[in-house]
């Protein structure tokens, strides 16, 4: 079955960069574009980007241009989102979702990034 | 790109319809059939429910429908379960910078 695992949970000082991956199984890691949507304590869904894990190509939310890079490594079936210069403000679950036919089917467990100096 | 306007809440009795409305603008949810809505109960990840506008992915109850009316989208759920409580949301293609925007989440109370 279709499996999307994360890595675990991560606190930053304000200014630093995090890095979460997200290890895709069951499915041809290639065949479908991953979303990155994070969601921040008590707070709504906020859609951050997607990478076609083919070919590297990737597609930013203007709100997090600059600051985020999507990237992926095909011989591992991982993909990776960065965020750097963090706040408060990116206190958040992270996560990672496959894409099929322009909806969300599959969906990691979230990885919960906290920013606090 | 502003997020989608849902209402804050919606409740109903079991055994009720009830209709979450999630409204966008002609860039983007009355441009494109791509609207897909998500259930979350507390604590889970985000379901898919229903996916470019009115289709449902396998395993998804028939009691779940979605429909679209010119920059507005709908999720109705019909013959309300205990188990329908929970956040919903919709997201909507747009075709600009920012590809894909979700809507404000209503929490669907099961009286």
């Known amino acids: 079955q279709v499996q999307l695992v994360q890595s675990g949970a991560e606190m930053k000082k304000p200014g630093a960069s995090v890095k979460v991956s997200c290890k895709a199984s069951?499915?041809?890691?290639?065949?479908?574009?991953l979303h990155w949507v994070r969601q921040a304590p008590g707070q709504g869904l906020e859609w951050m980007g997607w990478?076609?894990?083919?070919?590297?190509?990737?597609s930013y939310a203007q709100k997090f241009q600059g600051r985020v890079t999507m990237t992926r490594d095909t011989s591992i079936n991982t993909a990776f989102m960065e965020l750097s210069g963090l706040t408060s403000d990116d206190t958040a679950m992270y996560h990672c979702?496959?894409?099929?036919?322009?909806?969300?089917?599959?969906w990691g467990q979230g990885a919960l990034v906290t920013v606090s100096s | 790109q502003s997020a989608l306007t849902q209402p804050a809440s919606v409740s109903g009795s079991p055994g009720q319809s009830i209709t979450i409305s999630c409204t966008g603008t002609?860039?983007?949810?009355?441009?494109?059939?791509?609207v897909s809505w998500y259930q979350q109960h507390p604590g889970k990840v985000p379901k898919l429910m229903i996916y470019?506008?009115?289709d449902r992915p396998s395993g998804v109850s028939n009691r779940f429908s979605g429909s679209k009316s010119g920059n507005t989208a709908s999720l109705t759920i019909s013959g309300l379960q205990a188990e329908d409580e929970a956040d919903y949301y919709c997201?909507?293609?747009?075709?600009?910078?920012?590809?894909?925007?979700f809507g404000t989440g209503t929490e669907l109370t099961v009286l």
């Open positions: 979702a496959r894409e099929v036919k322009r909806g969300l089917d599959s």
């Open positions: 990478i076609n894990p083919n070919t590297g190509v990737t």
């Open positions: 470019d506008v009115s």
């Open positions: 002609s860039s983007d949810v009355g441009f494109y059939n791509n």
């Open positions: 997201c909507s293609f747009t075709g600009g910078i920012t590809l894909y925007v």
């Open positions: 069951g499915y041809t890691f290639t065949g479908n574009f």
